[in-house]
């Protein structure tokens, strides 16, 4: 499956996460904002540092407004499917 985000809005959800993961899931183990930290060249890998952009809406458009930085540890824990 190709990813839901061209580069250039999942390079902006990088820099406006802070290179830290956006998630908010609260059956997660994190309370509040996950944080972890992410590594931009990563993106789409299953390794330390790995992540991916991410729909806040699966149906929505492929926009900033729609995109959340999601390390791969929220990624496993059922973020984004
Ligand atoms: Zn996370
Ligand atoms: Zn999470």
């Not at 290179?19 to 330390?48: A, I, Q, S, W």
């Amino acid at each position: 499956m190709p990813p839901f985000f061209p580069d250039d809005v999942a390079k902006a959800a990088f820099i406006r996460s802070d290179g830290e993961c956006e998630c908010l899931n609260n059956t997660h183990k994190h309370y509040g904002r996950c944080n972890n930290h992410l590594t931009f060249v990563m993106r789409g890998l299953d390794l330390p540092g790995g992540w991916e952009a991410v729909p806040i809406d699966a149906a929505g458009p492929p926009v900033l407004s729609n995109c959340q930085a999601i390390c791969r540890d929220c990624l496993a824990n059922g973020n984004g499917s």
